[in-house]
Nanobody
Framework: QVQLVESGGGLVQPGGSLRLSCAASGRAFRIYPMGWYRQAPGKQRELVADISSSGRTNYADSVKGRFTISRDNGKNTVYLQMNSLKPEDTAVYYC????????WGQGTQVTVSS
């Protein structure tokens, strides 16, 4: 069983920054790909960024150049550094790990507003 706990969301002004964290427990974290997804009101959940076990990264076009995903296998944690935030980045952000079965965190709210 895998448990994912996100933190770091909040309210930020346009142009600001936030760093999300996701701590994983229960399995050999380092061998699995992980990702961050988001879901805005009335919209489907979408991939924001993911990172392979070897550290290869992939980003949605809408966040390229602004967001950075990283992982610390020693701490079983994956991060999402979000810079130059825009109102359209407002959403609940979810951490995901794929062990052959998908696991999700509880989500953390990010609101970008002046």
């Amino acid at each position: 069983q895998v448990q994912l706990v996100e933190s770091g969301g909040g309210l930020v002004q346009p142009g600001g920054s936030l760093r999300l964290s996701c701590a994983a427990s229960g399995r050999a974290f380092r061998i699995y790909p992980m990702g961050w997804y988001r879901q805005a009101p009335g919209k489907q959940r979408e991939l924001v960024a993911d990172i392979s076990s070897s550290g290869r990264t992939n980003y949605a076009d809408s966040v390229k150049g602004r967001f950075t995903i990283s992982r610390d296998n020693g701490k079983n944690t994956v991060y999402l550094q979000m810079n130059s935030l825009k109102p359209e980045d407002t959403a609940v952000y979810y951490c995901n790990i794929n062990t052959g079965r998908q696991y999700w965190g509880q989500g953390t709210q990010v609101t970008v507003s002046s």
